[in-house]
Each structure stands twice: as C-alpha cells, then as structure tokens.
C-alpha cells in the first residue's frame, strides 16, 4: 500500500510540476535537480532541456518501480479490492505513458485521460468485478 501511494504522489507531482511551481511550491528533490545539472530558475522560465527531461525521466522511472512492488501485492489482496487497485495502477501507469508520448513537456496542457479512456477503464473493470461475482468458488 505504501509502494502505491508512493507511486501515485510521484505520478502526480509529475504531472503538475509546472501547476505547482506557479503556486510557488516545487516537490521534486533538490538532489535531482543537482543531479540532472537544472535549476529551479530554469523550471521557472520553462526551459525544457536535457536536465528536464532527465528529472522527468528520473521521476517516471521512480514511479514505475513503485508500481512494479505494488503489483506483486495484489495477490494479497482480496479479490473484491483488488480490481479497484489494479485499476489504480493501470490508470497512473498511463498517466506516465502519456507523459512520455508527449515528448515530457508538461507545461502546455494537463496529462490526463481522455473521456474514451476513462470509459474503457470503467468498463473492463467492471466487466472483470462482474465476471468474478458471477462464477466465484467461495
């Protein structure tokens, strides 16, 4: 549970760096700006250069693997929860993606799942809560 919520945080203050920063509140570790050679003065120009990306990256990365831990516990879980978890982990592991097919630049408009998608997500879980009440053993 804590892999999760570690996950999900870092997922979100990915995304909204740039939302963030404009209320003056910057939640990526000093370190990693020392780290990837960026500053916080260039997060606030929104100069968008190698040392961005790689603070990006780091932070994806980082989530990912919080998600990875997340997943092996799933079997712990009861069933009943389980979906709602697994949906979780789906929906923010494409919040990622999505930040990566947009090149990481996060300062034009918000990721986020399009209507389509959330429907799709709602639907196949759903599916799979309904299929499992309908042929449980216990």
Do not use: H, V, W
């Amino acid at each position: 549970a804590i892999q999760l919520g570690y996950a999900m945080q870092i997922t979100n203050i990915t995304r909204d760096i740039f939302e963030d920063m404009e209320i003056g509140r910057i939640y990526i570790p000093k370190e990693d700006f020392l780290r990837n050679g960026y500053t916080k003065n260039e997060l606030q120009n929104y100069i968008k250069n190698d040392g961005y990306k790689n603070i990006i990256k780091l932070q994806i990365s980082r989530a990912r693997a919080f998600f990875l831990e997340s997943k092996k516990l799933l079997p712990l879980i009861p069933i009943k929860s389980r979906f709602c978890i697994a949906a979780l982990i789906e929906i923010y592991s494409k919040l990622l993606d999505l930040i990566e097919k947009n090149n990481y630049d996060l300062s034009a408009d918000k990721i986020k799942l399009s209507k389509t998608e959330k429907t799709i997500f709602i639907l196949k879980y759903y599916f799979t809560y309904s299929y499992y009440q309908l042929f449980r053993s216990d």
